[in-house]
Protein backbone atom coordinates (compact mmCIF):
# COMPACT_ATOMS: atom_id res chain seq x y z
CA UNK A 1 0.00 0.00 0.00
CA UNK A 2 1.65 3.43 -0.96
CA UNK A 3 0.97 6.36 1.26
CA UNK A 4 -2.29 7.65 -0.45
CA UNK A 5 -3.91 4.48 -0.08
CA UNK A 6 -2.84 3.87 3.36
CA UNK A 7 -3.95 7.79 4.16
CA UNK A 8 -7.55 7.03 2.63
CA UNK A 9 -7.73 3.83 4.74
CA UNK A 10 -7.48 5.13 8.07
CA UNK A 11 -9.58 8.43 7.08
CA UNK A 12 -12.47 5.58 5.68
CA UNK A 13 -12.05 4.14 9.14
CA UNK A 14 -11.56 7.41 11.43
CA UNK A 15 -14.76 9.39 9.27
CA UNK A 16 -16.64 7.35 7.46
CA UNK A 17 -19.75 7.28 10.59
CA UNK A 18 -18.84 10.72 11.15
CA UNK A 19 -18.99 12.20 7.71
CA UNK A 20 -22.55 10.26 7.46
CA UNK A 21 -23.77 11.90 10.08
CA UNK A 22 -22.50 15.27 9.34
CA UNK A 23 -23.99 14.52 5.53
CA UNK A 24 -27.90 13.73 7.56
CA UNK A 25 -27.51 16.91 9.56
CA UNK A 26 -26.48 18.87 6.68
CA UNK A 27 -29.59 18.75 4.98
CA UNK A 28 -33.28 16.35 5.63
CA UNK A 29 -33.16 16.08 2.12
CA UNK A 30 -30.94 13.68 1.53
CA UNK A 31 -31.37 9.71 3.27
CA UNK A 32 -29.33 7.54 4.78
CA UNK A 33 -28.69 5.40 1.41
CA UNK A 34 -28.16 8.23 -1.07
CA UNK A 35 -25.33 9.48 2.10
CA UNK A 36 -23.88 6.27 2.45
CA UNK A 37 -23.64 6.27 -1.40
CA UNK A 38 -21.90 9.98 -1.27
CA UNK A 39 -19.75 9.40 1.04
CA UNK A 40 -18.32 6.09 -0.72
CA UNK A 41 -18.08 7.75 -3.78
CA UNK A 42 -16.05 10.69 -2.54
CA UNK A 43 -13.30 8.22 -0.99
CA UNK A 44 -13.22 6.84 -4.72
CA UNK A 45 -12.66 10.28 -6.04
CA UNK A 46 -10.12 10.91 -3.16
CA UNK A 47 -8.21 8.00 -3.97
CA UNK A 48 -7.76 9.28 -7.79
CA UNK A 49 -7.42 12.48 -7.19
CA UNK A 50 -4.49 12.16 -4.80
CA UNK A 51 -2.75 9.83 -6.42
CA UNK A 52 -2.13 12.39 -9.22
CA UNK A 53 -2.02 15.55 -7.20
CA UNK A 54 -0.57 14.14 -4.22
CA UNK A 55 -2.32 14.26 -0.94
CA UNK A 56 -4.16 18.22 0.11
CA UNK A 57 -3.05 20.20 3.62
CA UNK A 58 -6.26 18.81 5.28
CA UNK A 59 -7.43 15.98 3.95
CA UNK A 60 -10.09 15.32 6.15
CA UNK A 61 -11.23 19.11 5.10
CA UNK A 62 -11.25 17.80 1.73
CA UNK A 63 -13.13 14.90 2.51
CA UNK A 64 -16.30 17.11 4.15
CA UNK A 65 -16.18 19.98 1.30
CA UNK A 66 -16.03 17.06 -1.79
CA UNK A 67 -18.85 15.30 0.13
CA UNK A 68 -21.09 18.14 0.88
CA UNK A 69 -20.69 19.38 -2.74
CA UNK A 70 -21.98 15.57 -3.57
CA UNK A 71 -24.53 15.42 -1.74
CA UNK A 72 -25.99 18.95 -2.34
CA UNK A 73 -25.56 17.92 -6.39
CA UNK A 74 -27.56 15.00 -5.89
CA UNK A 75 -30.87 16.84 -3.75
CA UNK A 76 -30.98 18.99 -7.31
CA UNK A 77 -30.91 15.80 -9.81
CA UNK A 78 -33.65 13.68 -7.54
CA UNK A 79 -35.87 16.95 -7.14
CA UNK A 80 -35.58 17.56 -10.69
CA UNK A 81 -36.12 13.65 -10.83
CA UNK A 82 -39.43 14.06 -9.01
CA UNK A 83 -40.64 16.65 -10.79
CA UNK A 84 -40.21 15.10 -14.03
CA UNK A 85 -41.92 12.27 -12.85
CA UNK A 86 -44.44 12.87 -10.78
CA UNK A 87 -45.85 15.71 -12.52
CA UNK A 88 -44.70 18.30 -9.95
CA UNK A 89 -46.31 15.86 -7.29
CA UNK A 90 -45.65 17.05 -3.85
CA UNK A 91 -42.23 18.15 -1.91
CA UNK A 92 -42.22 14.32 -0.55
CA UNK A 93 -38.27 14.65 -0.54
CA UNK A 94 -38.22 17.46 1.06
CA UNK A 95 -40.06 16.20 3.79
CA UNK A 96 -37.54 13.37 4.09
CA UNK A 97 -40.60 10.88 4.47
CA UNK A 98 -41.44 7.65 2.22
CA UNK A 99 -44.54 7.63 0.52
CA UNK A 100 -46.31 4.70 -1.14
CA UNK A 101 -46.23 7.42 -4.21
CA UNK A 102 -42.53 7.37 -4.48
CA UNK A 103 -41.59 6.16 -7.73
CA UNK A 104 -37.98 5.90 -6.61
CA UNK A 105 -38.99 3.37 -3.74
CA UNK A 106 -40.96 1.48 -5.56
CA UNK A 107 -38.60 0.61 -8.03
CA UNK A 108 -36.01 -0.80 -5.21
CA UNK A 109 -37.22 -4.36 -4.19
CA UNK A 110 -36.00 -5.69 -1.15
CA UNK A 111 -33.31 -8.16 -1.40
CA UNK A 112 -33.17 -9.62 1.75
CA UNK A 113 -35.40 -13.25 1.94
CA UNK A 114 -35.00 -12.75 5.86
CA UNK A 115 -36.50 -9.03 5.65
CA UNK A 116 -39.40 -9.93 3.47
CA UNK A 117 -40.26 -12.80 6.06
CA UNK A 118 -40.19 -10.90 8.82
CA UNK A 119 -42.74 -8.18 7.26
CA UNK A 120 -45.03 -11.25 6.63
CA UNK A 121 -44.66 -12.47 10.59
CA UNK A 122 -45.73 -9.14 11.37
CA UNK A 123 -48.94 -9.46 10.27
CA UNK A 124 -51.43 -6.54 11.39
CA UNK A 125 -54.54 -9.07 12.58
CA UNK A 126 -52.00 -11.05 14.94
CA UNK A 127 -50.99 -10.42 18.67
CA UNK A 128 -47.74 -8.99 19.02
CA UNK A 129 -46.66 -12.16 21.32
CA UNK A 130 -47.76 -14.75 18.22
CA UNK A 131 -45.96 -12.70 15.87
CA UNK A 132 -42.74 -12.76 17.82
CA UNK A 133 -43.91 -16.61 17.89
CA UNK A 134 -43.91 -17.20 13.93
CA UNK A 135 -40.71 -14.83 13.44
CA UNK A 136 -39.17 -17.00 16.19
CA UNK A 137 -40.50 -19.95 14.13
CA UNK A 138 -40.02 -18.65 10.91
CA UNK A 139 -37.42 -16.23 10.39
CA UNK A 140 -35.26 -17.16 13.40
CA UNK A 141 -35.45 -20.88 12.67
CA UNK A 142 -36.33 -21.53 16.34
CA UNK A 143 -37.84 -25.13 17.30
CA UNK A 144 -41.18 -24.71 18.59
CA UNK A 145 -39.22 -26.13 22.21
CA UNK A 146 -36.86 -23.76 22.69
CA UNK A 147 -39.69 -20.76 21.88
CA UNK A 148 -41.47 -22.29 24.48
CA UNK A 149 -38.58 -22.04 26.69
CA UNK A 150 -37.83 -19.18 26.32
CA UNK A 151 -41.22 -17.30 26.44
CA UNK A 152 -42.96 -19.51 29.54
CA UNK A 153 -45.16 -20.88 27.60
CA UNK A 154 -46.08 -24.55 26.76
CA UNK A 155 -45.25 -26.50 23.74
CA UNK A 156 -49.02 -26.97 23.11
CA UNK A 157 -49.81 -23.37 23.58
CA UNK A 158 -46.56 -22.39 20.85
CA UNK A 159 -48.53 -25.03 18.90
CA UNK A 160 -51.99 -23.65 19.09
CA UNK A 161 -50.85 -19.65 18.31
CA UNK A 162 -48.55 -21.60 15.20
CA UNK A 163 -52.09 -23.29 13.22
CA UNK A 164 -54.15 -20.22 13.67
CA UNK A 165 -51.25 -18.15 12.47
CA UNK A 166 -50.21 -20.17 9.85
CA UNK A 167 -53.78 -19.80 7.70
CA UNK A 168 -52.42 -15.86 8.12
CA UNK A 169 -48.94 -16.44 6.80
CA UNK A 170 -50.72 -18.72 3.89
CA UNK A 171 -53.44 -15.43 2.86
CA UNK A 172 -49.79 -13.13 2.74
CA UNK A 173 -49.30 -11.16 -0.54
CA UNK A 174 -46.39 -9.97 0.21
CA UNK A 175 -44.87 -13.12 0.31
CA UNK A 176 -46.54 -14.20 -3.12
CA UNK A 177 -45.52 -11.17 -5.07
CA UNK A 178 -42.33 -9.25 -5.76
CA UNK A 179 -42.42 -7.36 -2.51
CA UNK A 180 -42.33 -3.39 -3.27
CA UNK A 181 -41.48 -1.23 -0.91
CA UNK A 182 -45.15 0.50 -0.75
CA UNK A 183 -46.43 -2.70 0.41
CA UNK A 184 -43.72 -2.98 2.98
CA UNK A 185 -44.35 0.52 4.82
CA UNK A 186 -46.87 0.41 6.39
CA UNK A 187 -45.88 -2.65 8.19
CA UNK A 188 -42.68 -1.09 9.62
CA UNK A 189 -43.95 -0.13 12.75
CA UNK A 190 -45.21 -3.52 13.63
CA UNK A 191 -41.79 -5.21 12.66
CA UNK A 192 -39.99 -2.40 14.84
CA UNK A 193 -42.40 -3.88 17.43
CA UNK A 194 -41.66 -7.66 16.98
CA UNK A 195 -37.58 -6.93 16.76
CA UNK A 196 -37.54 -4.65 20.06
CA UNK A 197 -39.81 -7.62 22.28
CA UNK A 198 -37.40 -10.30 20.69
CA UNK A 199 -34.49 -8.57 21.93
CA UNK A 200 -35.99 -8.05 25.43
CA UNK A 201 -37.04 -11.45 25.55
CA UNK A 202 -33.01 -12.10 25.60
CA UNK A 203 -31.95 -9.44 27.13
CA UNK A 204 -34.28 -8.62 30.27
CA UNK A 205 -33.37 -12.53 31.44
CA UNK A 206 -30.25 -14.34 33.08
CA UNK A 207 -27.25 -13.47 30.55
CA UNK A 208 -25.07 -16.47 30.50
CA UNK A 209 -27.13 -18.73 31.81
CA UNK A 210 -28.96 -19.62 28.34
CA UNK A 211 -26.86 -19.59 25.64
CA UNK A 212 -29.78 -19.23 23.38
CA UNK A 213 -30.87 -15.86 25.38
CA UNK A 214 -27.70 -14.27 23.64
CA UNK A 215 -28.43 -15.34 20.37
CA UNK A 216 -32.01 -13.76 20.66
CA UNK A 217 -30.12 -10.60 20.91
CA UNK A 218 -28.06 -11.05 18.32
CA UNK A 219 -30.61 -12.28 16.51
CA UNK A 220 -32.71 -8.94 16.90
CA UNK A 221 -29.52 -6.84 16.40
CA UNK A 222 -28.70 -8.22 13.17
CA UNK A 223 -32.58 -8.51 11.69
CA UNK A 224 -32.62 -4.26 12.70
CA UNK A 225 -29.49 -3.42 11.14
CA UNK A 226 -30.27 -5.15 8.12
CA UNK A 227 -33.85 -3.25 8.24
CA UNK A 228 -32.16 -0.05 8.85
CA UNK A 229 -29.78 -0.65 5.76
CA UNK A 230 -32.70 -1.42 3.37
CA UNK A 231 -35.30 1.09 1.68
CA UNK A 232 -37.83 0.89 3.95
CA UNK A 233 -36.12 1.56 7.38
CA UNK A 234 -36.70 4.82 8.55
CA UNK A 235 -35.35 6.78 11.58
CA UNK A 236 -37.40 5.26 13.87
CA UNK A 237 -35.87 2.03 13.13
CA UNK A 238 -31.95 3.67 13.84
CA UNK A 239 -33.87 4.41 17.14
CA UNK A 240 -34.73 0.93 17.44
CA UNK A 241 -30.74 -0.04 16.77
CA UNK A 242 -29.32 2.21 19.32
CA UNK A 243 -31.65 1.27 21.93
CA UNK A 244 -30.62 -2.04 21.99
CA UNK A 245 -26.45 -1.11 20.90
CA UNK A 246 -27.07 0.35 24.44
CA UNK A 247 -28.50 -2.18 26.25
CA UNK A 248 -25.89 -4.40 24.50
CA UNK A 249 -23.04 -2.73 25.59
CA UNK A 250 -23.89 -2.58 29.45
CA UNK A 251 -25.10 -6.54 29.04
CA UNK A 252 -21.68 -8.19 30.26
CA UNK A 253 -21.58 -5.57 33.53
CA UNK A 254 -25.64 -6.58 34.28
CA UNK A 255 -24.73 -9.47 36.48
CA UNK A 256 -21.78 -10.04 39.50
CA UNK A 257 -19.37 -12.97 40.21
CA UNK A 258 -21.15 -15.44 41.42
CA UNK A 259 -23.90 -14.63 39.04
CA UNK A 260 -26.07 -12.25 40.60
CA UNK A 261 -28.03 -9.47 39.05
CA UNK A 262 -26.80 -6.30 39.53
CA UNK A 263 -28.38 -2.51 39.19
CA UNK A 264 -26.98 0.50 37.55
CA UNK A 265 -25.86 1.73 40.47
CA UNK A 266 -23.23 -1.38 41.08
CA UNK A 267 -22.08 -2.41 37.88
CA UNK A 268 -18.67 -1.67 36.70
CA UNK A 269 -18.78 0.86 34.06
CA UNK A 270 -14.99 0.26 33.05
CA UNK A 271 -16.78 -3.21 31.13
CA UNK A 272 -19.67 -1.61 29.21
CA UNK A 273 -18.72 -2.09 25.70
CA UNK A 274 -17.53 1.46 24.51
CA UNK A 275 -17.62 0.28 20.37
CA UNK A 276 -21.23 -0.42 20.74
CA UNK A 277 -22.07 2.70 22.79
CA UNK A 278 -20.72 4.66 20.28
CA UNK A 279 -22.36 2.75 17.23
CA UNK A 280 -25.60 3.52 19.47
CA UNK A 281 -24.82 7.28 19.75
CA UNK A 282 -24.10 7.33 15.80
CA UNK A 283 -27.50 5.71 15.58
CA UNK A 284 -28.87 7.74 17.38
CA UNK A 285 -27.96 10.36 15.56
CA UNK A 286 -29.81 9.03 12.42
CA UNK A 287 -32.89 8.65 14.02
CA UNK A 288 -32.76 12.30 15.25
CA UNK A 289 -35.41 14.35 13.13
CA UNK A 290 -37.47 11.52 12.57
CA UNK A 291 -40.27 13.12 15.25
CA UNK A 292 -40.38 11.68 19.24
CA UNK A 293 -40.80 7.86 19.00
CA UNK A 294 -40.67 5.90 21.68
CA UNK A 295 -37.68 3.87 20.55
CA UNK A 296 -36.37 7.25 20.10
CA UNK A 297 -37.16 7.82 23.67
CA UNK A 298 -36.05 5.08 25.84
CA UNK A 299 -32.54 5.50 23.71
CA UNK A 300 -31.99 8.76 24.58
CA UNK A 301 -32.30 7.66 28.18
CA UNK A 302 -30.36 4.52 27.80
CA UNK A 303 -27.67 6.90 26.32
CA UNK A 304 -27.75 9.19 29.30
CA UNK A 305 -27.01 6.37 31.38
CA UNK A 306 -24.07 5.40 28.71
CA UNK A 307 -22.41 8.62 28.62
CA UNK A 308 -22.71 9.38 32.96
CA UNK A 309 -18.85 8.42 34.31
CA UNK A 310 -20.54 7.34 37.79
CA UNK A 311 -24.48 6.96 38.51
CA UNK A 312 -24.40 9.83 40.69
CA UNK A 313 -23.27 11.83 37.48
CA UNK A 314 -25.99 11.03 35.43
CA UNK A 315 -27.92 13.92 33.69
CA UNK A 316 -31.38 12.91 35.59
CA UNK A 317 -32.95 16.42 34.99
CA UNK A 318 -32.78 15.52 30.96
CA UNK A 319 -33.79 11.90 31.78
CA UNK A 320 -36.68 13.86 33.85
CA UNK A 321 -37.50 15.55 30.46
CA UNK A 322 -37.19 12.76 28.29
CA UNK A 323 -39.68 10.20 29.97
CA UNK A 324 -42.37 13.39 30.38
CA UNK A 325 -41.89 13.00 26.14
CA UNK A 326 -42.20 9.68 26.74
CA UNK A 327 -44.98 9.79 28.37
CA UNK A 328 -47.03 12.14 26.21
CA UNK A 329 -46.39 9.37 23.73
CA UNK A 330 -47.24 6.67 26.05
CA UNK A 331 -49.10 7.30 29.08
CA UNK A 332 -49.23 4.54 31.35
CA UNK A 333 -48.99 3.59 34.53
CA UNK A 334 -45.35 2.01 34.04
CA UNK A 335 -43.64 4.57 32.33
CA UNK A 336 -44.90 6.77 35.30
CA UNK A 337 -43.23 4.27 37.91
CA UNK A 338 -39.61 4.68 35.68
CA UNK A 339 -40.63 8.55 35.86
CA UNK A 340 -40.72 8.81 39.35
CA UNK A 341 -37.38 6.99 40.06
CA UNK A 342 -35.81 9.69 38.16
CA UNK A 343 -37.20 12.14 39.54
CA UNK A 344 -36.25 10.98 42.99
CA UNK A 345 -32.60 10.68 41.57
CA UNK A 346 -32.96 13.82 40.40
CA UNK A 347 -33.49 15.46 44.08
CA UNK A 348 -37.05 15.79 44.59
CA UNK A 349 -38.03 12.71 46.90
CA UNK A 350 -40.93 14.56 47.51
CA UNK A 351 -42.61 14.33 44.13
CA UNK A 352 -40.91 10.95 43.45
CA UNK A 353 -42.80 9.89 46.73
CA UNK A 354 -45.62 11.43 45.86
CA UNK A 355 -46.27 10.00 42.41
CA UNK A 356 -45.44 6.20 43.79
CA UNK A 357 -48.00 6.20 46.57
CA UNK A 358 -50.88 7.15 43.90
CA UNK A 359 -49.35 4.36 42.25
CA UNK A 360 -49.69 2.10 45.03
CA UNK A 361 -53.44 3.16 45.19
CA UNK A 362 -54.08 1.62 41.95
CA UNK A 363 -55.26 -2.25 41.79
CA UNK A 364 -52.71 -2.98 39.04
CA UNK A 365 -50.42 -1.29 39.83
CA UNK A 366 -50.39 -2.15 43.56
CA UNK A 367 -49.62 -5.51 43.28
CA UNK A 368 -46.38 -5.25 40.85
CA UNK A 369 -43.64 -5.89 42.16
CA UNK A 370 -41.06 -3.52 40.71
CA UNK A 371 -43.39 -0.63 42.33
CA UNK A 372 -42.79 -1.95 45.98
CA UNK A 373 -39.05 -2.88 45.26
CA UNK A 374 -39.08 1.11 44.09
CA UNK A 375 -40.57 2.10 46.90
CA UNK A 376 -38.29 -0.47 49.31
CA UNK A 377 -35.06 0.89 47.49
CA UNK A 378 -35.90 4.77 47.99
CA UNK A 379 -36.87 4.24 52.02
CA UNK A 380 -33.62 2.40 52.38
CA UNK A 381 -31.42 5.20 50.52
CA UNK A 382 -34.04 7.63 53.03
CA UNK A 383 -32.82 5.50 56.44
CA UNK A 384 -36.10 4.32 56.79
CA UNK A 385 -35.47 0.86 57.45
CA UNK A 386 -38.65 -0.27 58.71
CA UNK A 387 -40.66 1.01 55.25
CA UNK A 388 -38.31 -0.29 53.48
CA UNK A 389 -38.53 -3.87 54.81
CA UNK A 390 -42.09 -4.00 54.24
CA UNK A 391 -41.96 -2.76 50.64
CA UNK A 392 -39.45 -5.09 50.01
CA UNK A 393 -40.95 -8.05 51.89
CA UNK A 394 -43.75 -7.42 50.09
CA UNK A 395 -41.58 -7.30 46.55
CA UNK A 396 -40.94 -10.97 47.48
CA UNK A 397 -44.17 -12.01 47.87
CA UNK A 398 -45.18 -10.67 44.42
CA UNK A 399 -42.89 -12.10 42.22
CA UNK A 400 -41.12 -15.70 41.24
CA UNK A 401 -38.36 -14.38 38.89
CA UNK A 402 -35.51 -16.23 40.74
CA UNK A 403 -32.83 -13.33 40.03
CA UNK A 404 -35.32 -10.84 41.49
CA UNK A 405 -35.42 -12.57 44.56
CA UNK A 406 -32.00 -13.26 45.22
CA UNK A 407 -31.66 -9.35 44.26
CA UNK A 408 -34.09 -7.73 46.89
CA UNK A 409 -32.95 -10.56 49.81
CA UNK A 410 -29.71 -9.36 48.91
CA UNK A 411 -31.29 -5.66 49.46
CA UNK A 412 -32.44 -7.02 52.78
CA UNK A 413 -29.59 -8.27 53.76
CA UNK A 414 -27.57 -5.03 53.21
CA UNK A 415 -29.76 -2.78 54.83
CA UNK A 416 -29.83 -5.44 58.75
CA UNK B 1 -52.77 2.19 16.04
CA UNK B 2 -56.39 2.51 17.35
CA UNK B 3 -57.69 2.54 21.37
CA UNK B 4 -59.70 -0.49 22.39
CA UNK B 5 -61.42 -1.02 25.90
CA UNK B 6 -61.39 -4.43 26.43
CA UNK B 7 -64.61 -4.87 28.83
CA UNK B 8 -63.86 -7.84 31.28
CA UNK B 9 -66.84 -9.58 32.64
CA UNK B 10 -67.05 -12.44 35.55
CA UNK B 11 -69.71 -14.43 37.55
CA UNK B 12 -70.07 -11.52 40.32
CA UNK B 13 -71.54 -13.86 42.10
CA UNK B 14 -69.24 -16.83 41.66
CA UNK B 15 -66.34 -13.75 42.16
CA UNK B 16 -67.98 -12.71 46.11
CA UNK B 17 -68.20 -16.35 47.29
CA UNK B 18 -64.64 -16.60 45.85
CA UNK B 19 -63.37 -14.28 48.40
CA UNK B 20 -60.78 -11.39 48.80
CA UNK B 21 -57.70 -13.29 48.67
CA UNK B 22 -58.69 -15.37 45.45
CA UNK B 23 -59.60 -12.14 43.88
CA UNK B 24 -56.36 -10.37 44.40
CA UNK B 25 -54.35 -13.85 42.90
CA UNK B 26 -56.06 -12.85 39.89
CA UNK B 27 -55.57 -9.03 40.37
CA UNK B 28 -51.74 -10.46 40.55
CA UNK B 29 -52.10 -12.09 37.01
CA UNK B 30 -53.85 -9.22 35.67
CA UNK B 31 -50.94 -7.30 36.21
CA UNK B 32 -48.34 -9.51 34.97
CA UNK B 33 -50.76 -9.61 31.70
CA UNK B 34 -50.64 -5.54 32.36
CA UNK B 35 -47.03 -5.73 32.69
CA UNK B 36 -46.32 -7.50 28.93
CA UNK B 37 -48.97 -5.29 27.29
CA UNK B 38 -46.95 -2.49 28.04
CA UNK B 39 -43.76 -4.09 26.77
CA UNK B 40 -45.20 -4.35 23.44
CA UNK B 41 -46.59 -1.18 23.77
CA UNK B 42 -50.17 -1.86 23.95
CA UNK B 43 -51.19 -0.87 27.31
CA UNK B 44 -52.64 2.07 28.12
CA UNK B 45 -54.26 1.52 31.42
CA UNK B 46 -57.31 -0.52 33.35
CA UNK B 47 -58.84 -0.79 36.70
CA UNK B 48 -61.25 -3.68 38.44
CA UNK B 49 -64.39 -2.94 39.50
CA UNK B 50 -65.60 -3.20 43.20
CA UNK B 51 -69.08 -5.62 43.21
CA UNK B 52 -71.09 -2.99 45.00
CA UNK B 53 -73.49 -2.19 42.41
CA UNK B 54 -76.67 0.12 42.13
CA UNK B 55 -78.90 0.37 39.45
CA UNK B 56 -80.78 3.23 38.35
CA UNK B 57 -83.82 3.12 36.48
CA UNK B 58 -86.55 5.85 35.66
CA UNK B 59 -88.70 5.29 38.22
CA UNK B 60 -86.69 4.34 41.07
CA UNK B 61 -83.15 3.41 42.33
CA UNK B 62 -82.68 -0.72 42.65
CA UNK B 63 -79.99 -1.34 45.31
CA UNK B 64 -78.85 -4.90 44.26
CA UNK B 65 -80.67 -4.49 40.74
CA UNK B 66 -82.75 -6.96 39.10
CA UNK B 67 -79.41 -8.73 37.34
CA UNK B 68 -77.73 -9.76 40.56
CA UNK B 69 -78.74 -13.41 39.50
CA UNK B 70 -77.46 -12.87 35.76
CA UNK B 71 -74.37 -14.79 35.53
CA UNK B 72 -71.72 -11.79 34.42
CA UNK B 73 -71.42 -8.01 35.26
CA UNK B 74 -68.75 -6.26 34.23
CA UNK B 75 -65.66 -6.14 36.73
CA UNK B 76 -63.28 -4.08 35.39
CA UNK B 77 -61.61 -2.74 31.89
CA UNK B 78 -58.51 -2.50 30.46
CA UNK B 79 -57.45 -0.14 27.78
CA UNK B 80 -55.35 -1.05 24.75
CA UNK B 81 -53.91 0.55 21.79
CA UNK B 82 -54.08 -2.06 18.76
CA UNK B 83 -53.56 -2.14 15.09
CA UNK B 84 -57.23 -3.52 14.27
CA UNK B 85 -59.86 -5.00 15.89
CA UNK B 86 -58.65 -8.70 14.96
CA UNK B 87 -55.73 -7.68 16.63
CA UNK B 88 -57.60 -5.92 19.76
CA UNK B 89 -59.37 -9.30 19.90
CA UNK B 90 -55.99 -11.66 19.80
CA UNK B 91 -54.13 -9.77 22.75
CA UNK B 92 -57.66 -9.97 24.87
CA UNK B 93 -57.37 -13.88 24.01
CA UNK B 94 -53.97 -14.02 25.38
CA UNK B 95 -54.78 -12.83 28.55
CA UNK B 96 -54.22 -15.72 31.13
CA UNK B 97 -57.07 -15.65 33.25
CA UNK B 98 -59.41 -15.66 29.36
CA UNK B 99 -57.67 -18.88 28.10
CA UNK B 100 -58.61 -20.81 32.10
CA UNK B 101 -61.96 -19.81 31.93
CA UNK B 102 -61.98 -16.80 35.01
CA UNK B 103 -63.80 -14.27 32.62
CA UNK B 104 -64.45 -13.08 28.84
CA UNK B 105 -63.77 -9.93 27.49
CA UNK B 106 -65.49 -7.83 25.16
CA UNK B 107 -63.46 -5.91 22.51
CA UNK B 108 -64.78 -2.66 21.02
CA UNK B 109 -62.93 0.33 19.55
CA UNK B 110 -63.28 3.69 21.15
CA UNK B 111 -65.39 5.85 18.80
CA UNK B 112 -63.58 8.58 17.38
CA UNK B 113 -65.65 11.99 16.72
CA UNK B 114 -65.84 11.71 12.80
CA UNK B 115 -67.21 14.94 12.24
CA UNK B 116 -71.22 15.51 11.33
Not at chain 1, 212 to 238: F, K, N, P, Q
Not at chain 1, 243 to 259: P, Q, S, T, V, Y
Not at chain 2, 36 to 61: A, H, K
Not at chain 2, 82 to 107: D, K, S, T, W, Y
Request: hydrophobic share 45%; with cysteine.
Amino acid sequence: MDIVEMEVDKLYRDQFGKMLSSLLRFSDDIDLEAAEDVVQDTFSAALVAWKMDGLPDNPAAWLYKVSRNRALNKIKEAKKFVRKNAGGGGDWIGEGNVGPEDPVVQSMPLDDEQLVLLFACAHPDLAPKVQVVITLKYVVNLKVEAIARILGLTIDGIDKMLSRARQKIRDERILFHEPSAAALIPRVHSVHKVLYLIFNEGYKSSWGKELIREELCEEALIMTRALSRSVVGDRETHALYALMLFNAARIKARFGRDGELLDLEEQDRTLWDQDLIRLAMVNLEFAHGGGASTYYCEAAIAGLHCAAETFWATNWNAIIRIYKQLIGLQANPFVELNYAVAIYYSGDREQALGILHELEKQAFLGRYYLLHASLGRIYAAEGNKERAKEYLETTLRLTNAPDEIAFVQRLIKKME
Amino acid sequence: MQKFMLIVREDLAQLKRDGEAERFRRMRIMTAWAESLQESVNFLGGEPLEITRRWVTRDQVLSDGPFIESKEGISGYIMINAENIEQAAAIAQGCPLVQQGFLIMEVSPILLNNGC
